[in-house]
């Protein structure tokens, strides 16, 4: 079975710009969940999608949002990038939500 | 909010041998799960081994094992016969039963494995 997939792997952004990641979970996985890791925070929860619809998320401003498409695959937006967006950006699948999850490669934004 | 603390930066072991990363956790919740994560030079976040709070046996995942500790709110790993491929970042991970609020991460552990 094929793992999560993440594309880009690598990203160079401006400031004030906008980006789009993408991420296609496990085949029958329905949950996607989006984590930002940075040297300073650690790793922190985005929002995590199910059947379509923003299931849960985590405390970060409105510029970060997301999608996904009836084939669950999931996508994530940050629009009027800051420098303090550069982080490496992973998805995450499971079945439910609940329990264990996947990882993908991440995507590694660097924001200039 | 759930919390999780894992008291060592870095840990750092003879190949062959055996090792033991800490993590404490903090929740109000009973119904939850607990996880070890590696994480590589690569950055890829690989599931070592997964322990449901309901269930009172510890986990066993090959040289992986776990020692669950749900009154003190204890999450050791434990690793045995090293390996140097072993050498990784370890997180501690939480999420509750309802998935609600994502995983929560530890700070992470560096383990170096000296050959």
């Given amino acids: 079975k094929a793992g999560v997939t993440q594309t880009p792997r690598y990203l160079i952004k401006t400031r004030g710009q906008q980006v789009t990641l993408s991420c296609s979970p ?87 | 909010a759930q919390t999780v603390t894992q008291s060592q930066p870095e840990m750092s072991v003879q190949e062959a041998e055996t090792v033991t990363l800490s993590c404490t956790y903090d929740t109000s919740e009973s119904d939850y799960y607990l996880f070890w994560y590696k994480q590589p030079p690569s950055r890829q976040m690989i599931l070592v081994i997964r322990q449901e709070a309901y269930k009172q046996q510890n986990a066993t995942e090959n040289r992986f094992s ?34 609600a609020d994502g995983l929560t991460f530890g700070k992470g552990t560096h383990l170096i494995i000296q050959p």
């Fill in chain 1, 26 to 112: 496990i085949s029958g996985h329905r949950s996607v969940s989006w984590y930002q890791q940075t040297p300073g925070q650690g790793l922190q929860f985005l929002f995590e999608y199910f059947s379509e619809t923003q299931r849960n998320k985590g405390n970060f401003p409105g510029r970060f949002s997301g999608r996904q498409f009836s084939n669950s695959r999931s996508e994530m937006n940050v629009s009027t990038l800051e420098l303090g967006d550069s982080a490496l950006y992973l998805c995450a699948s499971s079945f439910s939500g609940e329990g264990e999850q996947y990882f993908g490669p991440g995507t590694r934004l660097t924001v200039t």
């Fill in chain 2, 66 to 99: 776990v020692n669950f500790q749900k009154a003190a709110k204890s999450f050791s790993l434990k690793i045995s016969d090293s390996q140097l491929g072993d050498a990784a970042m370890y997180f501690c991970a939480y999420i509750s039963g309802g998935g």
